[in-house]
């Protein structure tokens, strides 16, 4: 177990009551370290504050922290006040403890402390400031990202807790009821039962990692979209009954998206439903699909047409597979990559734009806007729509060339430049087409496809609800709206366009 586990995060996140909760829930010693200057010092940090100014402040607190962060024993839940990560000694200090920071936004941090007695809390745009200031810092020193949950989600998600650190990162999905843990690293391959598991994977991955289970009974199906049909899932419900799977058995899912969901979808209805693990091998499924709990297999008629809803026990994102992924199925990952960055805009845009696109802290930073948009919204009544930005177009694209002339993802960059024609951000679809044509993504659509099929494959779109087709529109990066209606003439021609 690497160290303590250190909670760390922004005024009002609640690192004091986590820290609580977590030393409860596992039986290990609490230390607060606001609590502790305080009672070393005999007065309040507001008190400390404003006699001896904030620098002060600052070097009695980082003294402390050094100090308790020499001498605790492992497992030790460890509160620090928001602050702490200004000191680079102190961040140098948590490398070898498990550092656990409290994601909050900032209007309900504001909200919860505006009234407090906190000193850096007296002004909302100093405040604003400060919280876009500190964000980064907590970023870069997380080895967990919890979400906000109280005292409830840390009786979950504790133990969880002890096994992250030393390069095991661990953030948590959230949808409906369940919570389950994300897993990034290079060392993070899921813990196996040979008597429960089933490992369902394609020919290709199988080849290459298929050794890792070598103990596992063992489905393999044939890569590519055009076998995520129901014609390979009836033969997988006939080889788990065939091997004598049961309600107890468990499915390993190793593959991309095309895996994943038909994995997911097997998993989901065998006896009507087993546990699934999901170990994600392309950029499009560790950024992506293999979050969020949707599964299923496309119709000759449209894509993703039969499914269910059916959350992983949890997924392990190994960034290394990545390098034996063909570099035409990488580009295909980068126009989600792109379309992640539209919508969280910020730093995780900046870093893409800038040509971060497929770093680890990429993959990371664009699995947590996943994880957030889904934790709002599990089965797309409101923001989880944000995520079909340029899907649309693109869905209709691959509908109308039977899934065989463009990768999904390549079909997602055709479909974000149009989505940004028909949101009038002409000069955000310059830089966008730069960025996809630099990535060597398609950036016009092959002359032979006829426009007006593709804007009727639109109405095929699963989103529709009664007569409109409802598309998500970019007002800035980081800012757009879903649920929106456009006329089929703009559609139109921001489809010809393309060609
Ligand atoms: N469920 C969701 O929420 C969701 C979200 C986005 C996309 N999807 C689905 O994902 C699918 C696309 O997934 P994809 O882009 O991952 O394609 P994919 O699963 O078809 O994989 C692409 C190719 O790369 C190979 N491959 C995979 N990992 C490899 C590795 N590490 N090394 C070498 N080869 C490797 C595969 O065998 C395949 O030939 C689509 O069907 C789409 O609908 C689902």
């Avoid at 995060?9 to 409860?24: E, I, Q």
Wanted: net charge negative; proline share 5%.
């Amino acid at each position: 177990m690497p160290g303590a586990l250190v909670f760390v995060g922004f005024m009002g996140a609640g690192k004091s009551t986590a820290a609580r909760a977590a030393s409860d829930a596992l039986g290990r010693p609490l230390v607060d370290i606001d609590a502790q200057i305080e009672a070393e010092t005999g007065t309040t940090i507001a008190e400390l504050f404003a006699r001896d100014g904030e620098a002060a402040f600052r070097a009695i607190e980082e003294r402390t922290i050094l100090t308790v962060l020499s001498r605790v024993e492992d497992g030790t839940c460890v509160a620090l006040g928001g602050g702490a990560l200004g000191s680079l000694r102190v961040r140098e200090a948590l490398t070898s403890h498990t550092v656990c920071w409290l994601e909050i936004d900032e209007a309900s941090a504001w909200k919860r402390v505006k009234r407090s007695d906190r000193p850096l809390a007296r002004d909302q745009d100093a405040f604003r400031a400060l919280f876009a200031e500190r964000l980064p810092t907590y970023e870069a020193a997380a080895d967990v990202f919890l979400p906000q949950g109280g005292r409830t989600l840390m009786h979950d998600v504790a133990a969880r807790l002890l096994e992250a650190g030393s390069g095991r990162r661990l953030a948590f999905a959230r949808a409906g009821e369940s919570i389950y843990p994300i897993w990034f690293g290079n060392r993070v391959w899921p813990a196996t039962e040979p008597d429960r598991d089933v490992l369902i994977t394609d020919a290709n991955v199988g080849a290459i990692y298929g050794q890792r289970f070598e103990s596992l009974r063992r489905i393999t199906m044939e890569p590519g979209e055009a076998h995520k049909t129901l014609g390979t899932t009836e033969r997988m419900w006939t080889q788990l009954a065939e091997m004598g799977a049961t309600r107890a058995s468990r499915v390993i899912a190793l593959g991309g998206g095309v895996v994943g969901d038909v994995a997911g979808f097997v998993a989901a209805t065998y006896q009507r439903g087993i546990p699934v693990v999901q170990v994600p091998t392309t950029l499009v499924a560790q950024i992506d699909s293999a979050m969020g709990g949707k599964t299923g297999v496309d119709l000759p008629a449209a894509k993703n047409y039969v499914g269910a809803y059916h959350q992983p026990e949890a997924v392990h994102v190994i960034p290394k597979v990545l390098d034996t992924l063909p570099a035409v199925e990488r580009a295909a990952g980068y126009a989600e990559v792109v379309k992640t960055g539209l919508i969280a805009g910020g730093p995780l845009w900046e870093r893409i734009r800038g040509g971060a696109i497929d770093d680890p802290d990429t993959v990371l930073g664009c699995a947590r806007v996943k994880l957030d948009v889904v934790s709002r919204d599990e089965r797309d009544g409101g923001p989880r729509q944000l995520l079909n930005l340029g899907h649309t177009v693109g869905h209709a694209i691959e509908t109308v060339t039977q899934y065989r002339r463009y990768r999904h993802g390549e079909a997602v960059g055709l479909g974000l430049l149009a989505v940004l024609r028909l949101s009038g951000q002409d000069a955000l679809r310059d830089e966008v087409r730069g960025l996809l044509e630099s990535l060597d993504l398609p950036v016009t659509m092959d002359p032979s496809i006829d426009p007006n099929a593709v804007l009727a494959a639109t109405r095929t779109d699963k989103k529709r609800l009664g007569a409109h087709v409802p598309y998500v529109v970019v007002d800035a990066p980081g800012a757009l709206r879903w649920g929106q209606e456009i006329d089929d003439a703009s559609v139109l021609a921001a489809v010809q366009e393309l060609r």
